[in-house]
């Protein structure tokens, strides 16, 4: 199981980011994917879960109304958007492969992307 992200973003609050990440050497719609994200100097915190084989998202509560998973199954790809940038959302965001239900515990995750960083600044 490999996972490749996208690299830097650089943007402005308010406005939207999109990272990716390409999976490859297994069935894409077989594992969930985990999304989590790592602002400097915090911990590993889940944002949620999207199951590319029914297209379903689960979303922690925190990020509601502004996070949106998506996946283009032809190409093994999933997105994450987030939207409203603020300054705390500064972050490494990293995807994870979990065979089995979504789980908001990292320590269970398969494999790991290398993650993306994230900069909002004015």
């Known amino acids: 199981v490999q996972l490749v992200q996208s690299g830097v973003e650089l943007r402005n609050p308010g406005t939207s980011v999109q990272v990716s990440c390409k999976a490859s050497?297994?069935?894409?719609?077989?594992?969930?994917i985990e999304w989590v994200r790592q602002a400097p100097g915090q911990g590993l915190e889940w944002m949620g879960s999207f199951d590319p084989g029914d297209g379903v998202s689960k979303y922690a509560q925190k990020f509601q109304g502004r996070v949106t998973f998506t996946a283009d199954t032809s190409t093994s790809t999933a997105y994450v958007e987030l939207s409203s940038l603020r300054s705390e959302d500064t972050a490494v965001y990293y995807c994870?492969?979990?065979?089995?239900?979504?789980?908001?515990?990292?320590?269970?995750?398969?494999?790991w992307g290398r993650g993306a960083q994230v900069t909002v600044f004015s």
């Open positions: 050497g297994y069935t894409f719609t077989s594992y969930y």
């Open positions: 994870a492969a979990r065979e089995g239900p979504s789980s908001e515990d990292v320590g269970r995750y398969d494999s």
